[in-house]
């Protein structure tokens, strides 16, 4: 009786992780409509602002290691990007997708007339240009002051809308990650890659505590052998698939079917971290494709993902890749942030086209997997390649002003 008692809390709490909080999807709505007008100048902007924390944490994937704080840093890089394109429009993708902690997933693409210069490395081209990527929005109960001293805070109101209606469900954005892979755009704009002397800034090594380096060991010692993991694999995709048919029974089963993905895609670190490949002969749908950077030759299903695996792996053997942020959205994906620590060290190899040269890396992404019947069948991946080229001493990253204060301090990523 006990175990059952504690199956049942179990349930309770994963349906208590994957309900959200307060009315997730009229927010995601509202944050879509309030960033296609924040981007395209509309004075309706400062009243959207409303939908993020005074002090929101802004990651974006242009400036990856200087996070920028608060909504004035944010209006500062809009500025930005909107003097050098005053046509600059985004659309979002609809509709936008939610999930657990809280979180929004939504997907974008932004276009503009390059006119003004994009910093002093970019003058005005004149192209007409377009780049796209993913927003992951962590929420918050937005929390009123209290009513008198020593009162308990109360939950806020809704947020009111441009034209006086509300909007929101009394949730904040807190933590947001902008994720675009800059490099192309850089590349319509005129920038060339070009040889980097050595002697630039070096990746500071990961503290003791270093939350990336922790789960990447975690994912690699799970399994002592490769037969342990593919079988434990093969097992996590059936749960993941019998969760998945199950969805229409009630909350606990969407609790269930995100849990089991999350195990799923746990197994695809663990394979990154260990070349254990024999898992991806369970995690991988023969319909597998990417959508990121690296060229895979118009590969597919399984030869497709032990092909982007490899091609990091076999560069970089002292490879670790962790996450810093870990959440099932809907019933059929899971978006994460991850970190890749290493040295590019092994002789004759290629990374990026960049010949192997001892350099020491640290590079940060977010990526979403979707899951189908429990197998990975897309993957979705941003990372800024210009910053790993001049870490690779292949390129010289255009100079990006930085809003005041941007970058000021280290911002622990997830608790």
Same mark, same amino acid.
């Given at each position: 009786?006990?175990?059952?008692?504690?199956?049942?809390?179990?349930?309770?709490?994963?349906?208590?992780?994957?309900?959200?909080?307060?009315?997730?999807?009229?927010?995601?709505?509202?944050?879509?409509?309030?960033?296609?007008?924040?981007?395209?100048?509309?004075?309706?902007?400062?009243?959207?602002?409303?939908?993020?924390?005074?002090?929101?944490?802004?990651?974006?994937?242009?400036?990856?290691?200087?996070?920028?704080?608060?909504?004035?840093?944010?209006?500062?890089?809009?500025?930005?990007?909107?003097?050098?394109?005053?046509? !600059?429009?985004? *659309?979002?993708?609809?509709?936008?997708?939610?999930?657990?902690?809280?979180?929004?997933?939504?997907?974008?693409?932004?276009?503009?007339?390059?006119?003004?210069?994009?910093? #002093?490395?970019?003058?005005?081209?004149?192209?007409?240009?377009?780049?796209?990527?993913?927003?992951?929005?962590?929420?918050?109960?937005?929390?009123?002051?209290?009513?008198?001293?020593?009162?308990?805070?109360?939950?806020?109101?809704?947020?009111?809308?441009?034209?006086?209606?509300?909007?929101?469900?009394?949730?904040?954005?807190?933590?947001?990650?902008?994720?675009?892979?800059? %490099?192309?755009?850089?590349?319509?704009?005129?920038?060339?890659?070009?040889?980097?002397?050595?002697?630039?800034?070096?990746?500071?090594?990961?503290?003791?505590?270093?939350?990336?380096?922790?789960?990447?060991?975690?994912?690699?010692?799970?399994?002592?052998?490769?037969?342990?993991?593919?079988?434990?694999?093969?097992?996590?995709?059936?749960?993941?698939?019998?969760?998945?048919?199950?969805?229409?029974?009630?909350?606990?089963?969407?609790?269930?079917?995100?849990?089991?993905?999350?195990?799923?895609?746990?197994?695809?670190?663990?394979?990154?971290?260990?070349?254990?490949?024999?898992?991806?002969?369970?995690? %991988?749908?023969?319909?597998?494709?990417?959508?990121?950077?690296?060229?895979?030759?118009?590969?597919?299903?399984?030869?497709?993902?032990?092909?982007?695996?490899?091609?990091?792996?076999?560069?970089?053997?002292?490879?670790?890749?962790?996450?810093?942020?870990?959440?099932?959205?809907? *019933?059929?994906?899971?978006?994460?942030?991850?970190?890749?620590?290493?040295?590019?060290?092994? #002789?004759?190899?290629?990374?990026?086209?960049?010949?192997?040269?001892?350099?020491?890396?640290? %590079?940060?992404?977010?990526?979403?997997?979707?899951?189908?019947?429990?197998?990975?069948?897309?993957?979705?991946?941003?990372?800024?390649?210009?910053?790993? !080229?001049?870490?690779?001493?292949?390129?010289?990253?255009?100079?990006?002003?930085?809003?005041?204060?941007?970058?000021?301090?280290?911002?622990?990523?997830?608790?």
């Amino acid at each position: 009786m006990a175990h059952d008692d504690c199956a049942s809390c179990e349930q309770e709490q994963l349906a208590k992780r994957a309900r959200p909080a307060g009315n997730l999807e009229n927010y995601a709505e509202a944050v879509a409509d309030f960033l296609i007008d924040f981007w395209q100048g509309k004075t309706s902007a400062d009243q959207g602002l409303r939908l993020f924390d005074d002090q929101v944490i802004w990651h974006d994937s242009l400036l990856p290691e200087a996070p920028l704080f608060g909504q004035e840093q944010l209006k500062g890089l809009v500025d930005f990007f909107r003097g050098s394109m005053p046509d !600059l429009s985004l *659309n979002m993708q609809r509709p936008l997708h939610v999930g657990e902690q809280g979180v929004v997933l939504g997907y974008w693409k932004a276009s503009g007339t390059h006119t003004g210069a994009l910093g #002093p490395s970019l003058p005005p081209s004149g192209a007409r240009v377009s780049w796209e990527g993913s927003v992951v929005i962590r929420t918050q109960p937005a929390l009123a002051a209290p009513s008198q001293p020593g009162g308990e805070e109360q939950a806020a109101e809704p947020t009111p809308g441009a034209d006086g209606g509300a909007v929101a469900t009394g949730l904040l954005g807190s933590t947001v990650w902008w994720s675009w892979d800059p %490099v192309f755009l850089f590349r319509e704009l005129g920038w060339k890659e070009q040889f980097r002397p050595a002697g630039g800034a070096v990746p500071a090594p990961p503290a003791e505590d270093d939350l990336a380096t922790r789960t990447a060991m975690e994912a690699r010692d799970a399994f002592a052998t490769e037969a342990e993991a593919a079988e434990a694999a093969a097992a996590a995709v059936a749960a993941a698939a019998a969760a998945t048919e199950r969805l229409a029974e009630s909350p606990e089963a969407l609790a269930m079917a995100q849990a089991a993905n999350r195990t799923v895609v746990e197994m695809y670190f663990h394979t990154y971290n260990t070349g254990h490949y024999a898992v991806l002969d369970h995690i %991988v749908h023969p319909d597998y494709h990417y959508d990121g950077l690296l060229d895979l030759g118009g590969r597919r299903g399984r030869e497709a993902m032990a092909a982007m695996m490899g091609g990091w792996r076999d560069c970089i053997p002292d490879l670790v890749i962790g996450h810093e942020l870990f959440v099932a959205v809907g *019933n059929d994906k899971v978006t994460f942030r991850w970190v890749i620590r290493g040295m590019h060290s092994t #002789p004759g190899t290629k990374l990026l086209g960049v010949t192997a040269n001892f350099s020491p890396l640290l %590079v940060r992404g977010v990526t979403t997997l979707t899951l189908r019947g429990g197998r990975i069948v897309r993957k979705v991946s941003h990372a800024n390649a210009a910053h790993t !080229l001049q870490q690779l001493q292949a390129a010289t990253h255009p100079v990006i002003p930085l809003p005041a204060g941007a970058g000021r301090e280290e911002v622990e990523q997830l608790e």
